[in-house]
């Protein structure tokens, strides 16, 4: 009888954004057609898995910046305000 084998789970470390490359060209780009009419059923749900992926981003990303713009709105404001004075 086969021993059993042990589970070895390894954490992968989290992205950080340390901006180490910002100032590096870019070296290559990839682009492709989101929907591959082409592709079978199995591999349509991981297409549209990943579009669905893109829109929770983009969402995310309108939402942050509506923040960002309503600061910079109210800062724009308040020095508006300041040189009045």
Not at 19 to 39: C, G, T, V, Y
Not at 52 to 59: G, Q, S
């Amino acid at each position: 009888m086969q021993q059993a084998q042990p589970i070895i789970i390894i954490a992968t470390k989290k992205f950080t954004y340390n901006h180490k490359l910002i100032n590096e060209p870019i070296i290559a780009f990839s682009e492709s057609d989101l929907w591959n009419p082409f592709d079978n059923n199995d591999n349509g749900i991981l297409t549209a898995g990943k579009i669905e992926n893109l829109r929770i981003t983009v969402k995310s990303n309108a939402r942050n910046f509506l923040r960002l713009q309503t600061i910079l709105e109210a800062v724009s404001k308040i020095k508006e305000k300041s040189t009045r004075s």
